[in-house]
Nanobody, 120 residues
Framework: VQLQASGGGLVQAGGSLRLSCAAS????????MGWYRQAQGKERELVAT???????NYGDSMKGRFTISRDYAKNTVYLLMNSLKPEDTAVYYC???????????????WGQGTLVTVSS
């Protein structure tokens, strides 16, 4: 399974960005998709996840500013980021928990990361 993320870039504080991540390859079902981020010198942290039943979970500092959504037909997850702050600067990684067939267990896959830079 390959995850192709896009949409990162440079934005001023208070601005918005929309990230996309499309999954392709040997996919029977995707149990959940999500975004994590890693700032320089820090550990990777949860940004948001969305399950196949549209249940969402957000990191504390993202609640109310970020919205995760999913297009099941396209195996794509989106992250709309509003009211961006300089501390949101990080590499954002897409994640999926994917099954290859009906009898499979769920496998973790990661995208290559997309850089988001928020200037003050």
């Amino acid at each position: 399974v390959q995850l192709q993320a896009s949409g990162g870039g440079l934005v001023q504080a208070g601005g918005s960005l929309r990230l996309s991540c499309a999954a392709s390859g040997s996919i029977f079902s995707i149990n959940s998709m999500g975004w994590y981020r890693q700032a320089q010198g820090k550990e990777r942290e949860l940004v948001a996840t969305i399950t196949s039943s549209d249940s969402t979970n957000y990191g504390d500092s993202m609640k109310g500013r970020f919205t995760i959504s999913r297009d099941y037909a396209k195996n794509t997850v989106y992250l709309l980021m509003n009211s961006l702050k300089p501390e949101d600067t990080a590499v954002y990684y897409c994640n999926s928990e994917t099954m290859h067939n009906a009898y499979d267990v769920s496998h973790d896959y990661w995208g290559q990361g997309t850089l988001v830079t928020v200037s003050s």
